[in-house]
């Protein structure tokens, strides 16, 4: 068996009893392991623990950092590199090989690495769900979440969901996958999405105050062409088209065709609750 790596694996955790496990087990060939508990009522840290992983706490003011960014700042780091996972999520073997592999390369100071998601009873290999690249892993001085305006206030929790991390250097891609076990079913894909969709419609009533400022210009102009999406008309129409249609979601079957769906649904979601934010912001001027 090789040595452990020199890695350390930021896991934001709470009551993630059902699932940390098996992060855990799929990330042990790493040297420092830290779970980032926000307070769990469950065995979160009782089960971290027995697998060897330090558990620190964190506790949300409602403002910035949220839980990534604070414990990027924060916490004592074993390492220079940290990898970034969630308990609902799996590094196979050939990711570990890939990034064994930059580890002695050193070619860049930070990559993404591929995600697939499981979804209804298999995996989501369309709807633009597949390749989804994220920047993961990294020098932790270098890099650090962005800070939309007015993202802290939204009700979608302490923790950093659809900010992305704003690196100081260039990047590169992984091999191997990580896998993301995120919706066992329906009803807990509406309860996350619906949080999300705070997020979302903030961000439409406020904007996205450093839109493409250190990001990668992939990703930048990703979200340019996302603003740009907010004012077309019949925008749930159009978002399944594009999962469904542009992105080949029917060749995934009837879980595609469920998940293109439920996207819809989730844009009409931002809609509407950013339709809601700004009466609200009229009434009170």
């Known amino acids: ?9 930021l896991i934001p955790a709470k009551n993630e009893a059902a699932n940390l496990a098996a992060c855990l087990a799929s990330v042990a060939w790493c040297n420092d392991l830290v779970v980032v508990d926000s307070g769990s009522s469950d065995r979160t840290a009782e089960i971290a623990r027995a697998a060897g992983a330090r558990v620190v706490d964190f506790k949300w003011n409602g403002e910035f950092p949220k839980k990534k960014n604070w414990a990027l700042a924060s916490v004592a780091w074993k390492n220079d590199w940290v990898f ?25 100071p930070g990559f ?61 891609y992984l091999g ?10 329906i009803a807990t894909w509406v309860e996350k999405h619906n949080r999300y969709s705070n ?8 904007g996205l105050e450093n839109d493409a400022s250190g990001l990668d210009p992939g990703l930048a102009r990703k979200r340019r062409l996302r603003r740009l999406a907010w004012s077309l008309p019949f925008r749930p129409a159009l978002r399944f088209f594009y999962h469904y249609v542009w992105r080949a979601g029917f060749l995934d079957g009837y879980r595609g065709y469920v998940f293109c769906r439920l996207m819809a649904w989730y844009e009409f979601l931002n809609a509407v609750k950013a339709r809601e934010l700004r009466r609200n912001a009229q009434d009170k001027s």
Request: charged share 20%.
């Open 1 to 9: 068996m090789p040595d452990p790596a020199p890695i350390s694996v």
């Open 84 to 108: 970034i996972i969630d308990a609902d999520e799996r590094a196979t073997p050939e990711l570990q090989a890939a990034m064994r592999t930059a580890l002695t390369q050193n070619t860049h």
């Open 112 to 172: 993404y690495v591929n995600r697939r998601f499981w979804f209804l009873d298999g995996w989501l290999n369309h709807c633009g769900y597949y390749p989804s690249w994220n920047l993961r892993f990294f020098r932790h001085a270098l890099g650090r979440y962005e800070k939309p305006a007015g993202a802290a206030a939204t009700g979608s929790g302490d923790n950093e969901v659809h900010e992305h991390i704003e690196l100081q250097g260039t990047t590169g």
């Open 176 to 185: 191997g996958e990580m896998e993301h076990y995120a919706f066992p079913d």
């Open 199 to 206: 997020w979302e419609a903030r961000l439409q009533l406020e």
